[in-house]
């Protein structure tokens, strides 16, 4: 008798644990497009089996073990970091391309060939009033194409100004949930083996690694630390130390912790890594080169009217053009020069040429840094362009890399159906089995009450 009802028990036992396998199964197959789910397996363990002991075995769970890959996560999140930093220099840089304007016919390059065009067809009619307003008219439109690229330049920075605040917020509400989930870990033991909320943090660290390079340490109860840039935290256990953005000597921004100190230099991937490198070293770079370009043009077209005549025989009262220094490209203007006070004439000979020889010279003139005007634009375009292309490649390379990576880890984590439809069917029939020793157990007891009465 005593062996029979060990046997029910054993065979209870076991379909508790067989339906706990089922639910295992069925939340694989509910959870297979879940972003972050790792595939979960029953761990089963044996009961000790010692007759003279009155211990009849039998099978328990000992839980879950999830699939996922610690070391094939930290690669996908590693990669996460590179790629989300190139792909957001590519996206930025991307936005300077409608005002580079170096084909020739529009920007500065072509508004400073038809500058000088005007000012060679003064050579030969210096005294022509509408050559005079076509070279006014040009100069006007050179100051036009500076600009146009410097506030091209500008409105490229506000954007990369709003990126940095809206990575930021993005990082505060990924740091934000994880608080919560390190209070859940602390609260209950057991939802380290949840797997949806598994699920979830393992989502918002890849995530998170997009937008920040971070150090990610987990205690043994489940909660998890984040080290910006491996030194500074953002989250430890229950509480969130919030990031910020401040001005920073010569009009750059710096990345604070909650104490204020800067952290910037310990940044080494991510997409707020790359906005504000943008932001404080490659566009200010442009934008320097770019004021150095105009101011050196507007100074030496001022200064080579100011050596001549007017048609009225006087020096010229005013430059052709005025600019603020602190910002040339931006402020460059013309003077409101009427056509007849264009210095074109050298003073010892009025009426001539002299000085219109001069000013058409200058074209050729290596007067910006070693190169003439063209030159020194069409450089600043190559470099924009070779930075675009620059990181156009390495976006490229970082996506195929970080979808290697991912698929990688998919291979070691993801739900497969078909083992999943597998897995269920050697439940189900094992179940059946179990259930069929109930059966036949129940059958025996109820013969042998019948023998007994």
Same mark, same amino acid.
């Given at each position: 008798?005593?062996?029979?009802?060990?046997?029910?028990?054993?065979?209870?036992?076991?379909?508790?644990?067989?339906? @706990?396998?089922?639910?295992?199964? =069925? *939340?694989?197959?509910?959870?297979? #497009?879940?972003? $972050?789910? &790792?595939? %979960? /397996?029953? !761990?089963?363990?044996?009961?000790?089996?010692?007759?003279?002991?009155?211990?009849?075995?039998?099978?328990?769970?000992?839980?879950?073990?999830?699939? @996922?890959?610690?070391?094939?996560? =930290? *690669?996908?999140?590693?990669?996460? #970091?590179?790629? $989300?930093? &190139?792909? %957001? /220099?590519? !996206?930025?840089?991307?936005?300077?391309?409608?005002?580079?304007?170096?084909?020739?016919?529009?920007?500065?390059?072509?508004?400073?060939?038809?500058?000088?065009?005007?000012?060679?067809?003064?050579?030969?009619?210096?005294?022509?009033?509408?050559?005079?307003?076509?070279?006014?008219?040009?100069?006007?439109?050179?100051?036009?194409?500076?600009?146009?690229?410097?506030?091209?330049?500008?409105?490229?920075?506000?954007?990369?100004?709003?990126?940095?605040?809206?990575?930021?917020?993005?990082?505060?509400?990924?740091?934000?949930?994880?608080?919560?989930?390190?209070?859940?870990?602390?609260?209950?033991y057991r939802a380290q083996d949840d797997a949806g909320l598994d699920a979830e943090l393992n989502s918002l660290l890849e995530n998170l690694a997009g937008k920040v390079d971070y150090t990610l340490l987990r205690a043994e109860d489940g909660s998890v630390s984040v080290l910006v840039g491996g030194q500074t935290p953002l989250v430890i256990g229950e509480r969130l130390y919030p990031l910020s953005i401040v001005p920073s000597p010569g009009g750059a921004v710096a990345l604070v912790d909650h104490d204020g100190r800067e952290i910037t230099a310990?940044?080494?991937?991510?997409?707020?890594?790359?906005?504000?490198?943008?932001?404080?070293?490659?566009?200010?770079?442009?934008?320097?080169?770019?004021?150095?370009?105009?101011?050196?043009?507007?100074?030496?077209?001022?200064?080579t009217l100011a050596a001549g005549v007017d048609q009225n025989g006087s020096p010229p009262a005013t430059g052709l053009f005025t600019f603020d220094p602190a910002g040339a490209a931006r402020s460059l203007r013309t003077t409101g020069l009427a056509a007849a006070e264009l210095a074109l004439a050298?003073?010892?000979?009025?009426?001539?040429?002299?000085?219109?020889?001069?000013?058409?010279?200058?074209?050729?003139?290596?007067?910006?840094?070693?190169?003439?005007?063209?030159?020194?634009?069409?450089?600043?375009?190559?470099?924009?362009?070779?930075?675009?292309?620059?990181?156009?490649?390495?976006?490229?390379?970082?996506?195929?890399?970080?979808?290697?990576?991912?698929?990688?880890?998919?291979?070691?984590?993801?739900?497969?159906?078909?083992?999943?439809?597998?897995?269920?069917?050697?439940?189900?029939?094992?179940?059946?089995?179990?259930?069929?020793?109930?059966?036949?157990?129940?059958?025996?007891?109820?013969?042998?009450?019948?023998?007994?009465?």
């Amino acid at each position: 008798m005593s062996g029979l009802l060990g046997s029910l028990r054993n065979a209870a036992g076991a379909m508790r644990v067989l339906e @706990r396998g089922m639910a295992v199964v =069925q *939340s694989n197959v509910t959870n297979a #497009s879940t972003p $972050g789910y &790792a595939r %979960q /397996r029953l !761990i089963t363990t044996p009961l000790p089996f010692d007759l003279d002991r009155g211990l009849v075995g039998g099978v328990a769970t000992a839980g879950t073990q999830s699939a @996922r890959s610690p070391h094939a996560e =930290q *690669s996908v999140r590693r990669l996460s #970091s590179f790629s $989300g930093a &190139a792909d %957001q /220099r590519a !996206i930025q840089l991307a936005s300077l391309e409608p005002v580079l304007g170096i084909d020739g016919a529009q920007g500065i390059g072509g508004a400073l060939t038809r500058f000088f065009q005007a000012a060679s067809a003064l050579t030969v009619t210096p005294n022509d009033g509408s050559a005079r307003e076509h070279l006014l008219e040009q100069a006007s439109r050179a100051a036009s194409a500076f600009q146009h690229t410097s506030a091209g330049l500008g409105e490229a920075m506000a954007s990369v100004d709003r990126g940095i605040q809206a990575q930021l917020n993005d990082i505060h509400a990924i740091a934000a949930r994880l608080q919560q989930m390190n209070r859940q870990f602390k609260q209950d033991y057991r939802a380290q083996d949840d797997a949806g909320l598994d699920a979830e943090l393992n989502s918002l660290l890849e995530n998170l690694a997009g937008k920040v390079d971070y150090t990610l340490l987990r205690a043994e109860d489940g909660s998890v630390s984040v080290l910006v840039g491996g030194q500074t935290p953002l989250v430890i256990g229950e509480r969130l130390y919030p990031l910020s953005i401040v001005p920073s000597p010569g009009g750059a921004v710096a990345l604070v912790d909650h104490d204020g100190r800067e952290i910037t230099a310990q940044l080494a991937g991510g997409g707020l890594t790359t906005l504000l490198d943008l932001r404080n070293n490659v566009y200010p770079g442009y934008q320097q080169s770019l004021d150095r370009l105009a101011e050196r043009f507007a100074t030496e077209v001022n200064a080579t009217l100011a050596a001549g005549v007017d048609q009225n025989g006087s020096p010229p009262a005013t430059g052709l053009f005025t600019f603020d220094p602190a910002g040339a490209a931006r402020s460059l203007r013309t003077t409101g020069l009427a056509a007849a006070e264009l210095a074109l004439a050298s003073p010892t000979a009025p009426g001539g040429n002299g000085n219109a020889l001069a000013l058409a010279g200058l074209e050729q003139q290596r007067l910006v840094d070693g190169v003439t005007f063209a030159q020194a634009y069409g450089n600043l375009a190559a470099r924009m362009g070779r930075d675009l292309n620059t990181a156009r490649d390495e976006a490229g390379v970082q996506r195929q890399l970080f979808a290697q990576a991912r698929e990688m880890r998919d291979e070691l984590s993801r739900v497969n159906l078909d083992e999943e439809a597998i897995a269920l069917m050697e439940f189900q029939r094992a179940y059946q089995a179990t259930a069929r020793i109930v059966q036949t157990v129940d059958e025996m007891l109820d013969t042998m009450m019948a023998i007994f009465r």
